[in-house]
């Protein structure tokens, strides 16, 4: 069985620019969250999405958004790019929102320059 | 609420050593509890997760870990540790009914000495 899948896996955009990041869940997975790593801050929840809803957001600016298709795969996008966006961004998913075991990718690494 | 402490940032051991990386949790419900690893420039793997039954947890890799309720700790533990051990390792809490999201620890650091 796949593992949760993560595109493209690393990355170098210009301040200012945006991205889009795209993930595609474990079959029979309907939860898709997603976090940011960064050395300084650790793990940091973004926000999740079931059942093609965002249904909890992180403490995020308006600049970072996502959203989930039929299938489950989800793409989350952040706009006007700035340094400290530099960051490995992690997808999870799970079968359902019971908080029973979440699995995650191997991440998108994004260098903003 | 939940939260999770995982007190020990940097844990250095010599190979064939034995480990123990400590994790506490606080949450107002029952929980489930979880470990992952990550290992430089990859995601997180699931090592090993408590969802009910017997307290002792056994994963992959030789680890196991212990849920001890009235201590609310759920410490990682390997008897014999391997230079390939070498990684990030991470605690986890989701409470236990409905929707629950899951809170990450901070992370601890095991470097495995030659």
């Known amino acids: 069985k796949a593992g949760v899948t993560q595109t493209p896996r690393y990355l170098i955009k210009t301040r200012g620019q945006q991205v889009t990041l795209s993930c595609s869940p474990i079959s029979g997975h309907r939860s898709v969250s997603w976090y940011q790593q960064t050395p300084g801050q650790g793990l940091q929840f973004l926000f999740e999405y079931f059942s093609e809803t965002q249904r909890n957001k992180g403490n995020f600016p308006g600049r970072f958004s996502g959203r989930q298709f039929s299938n489950s795969r989800s793409e989350m996008n952040v706009s006007t790019l700035e340094l400290g966006d530099s960051a490995l961004y992690l997808c999870?998913?799970?079968?359902?929102?019971?908080?029973?075991?979440?699995?995650f990718g191997e991440g998108s690494w994004l260098t903003v320059v | 609420a939940q939260s999770v402490t995982q007190l020990d940032s940097q844990v250095p051991v010599f190979e064939e050593a034995p480990v123990e990386l400590r994790c506490n949790y606080s949450?107002?419900?029952?929980?489930?509890l979880f470990w992952y690893v990550q290992y430089p420039n990859q995601g997180l793997q699931l090592l090993l997760k408590y969802l009910s039954g017997s307290t002792l947890v056994k994963g992959i890799n030789g680890f196991e870990a212990e849920f001890n309720k009235s201590q609310t700790s759920f410490h990682l533990r390997k008897p014999s540790v391997h230079i390939s051990d070498t990684a990030e390792y991470f605690c986890a809490v989701s409470g236990s009914g409905g929707y629950q999201k899951v809170t990450f620890g901070t992370g601890t650091k095991l470097q495995v000495i030659p």
């Open positions: 999870a998913s799970s079968r359902d929102r019971s908080g029973n075991t979440i699995y």
């Open positions: 949450s107002s419900v029952s929980v489930y």
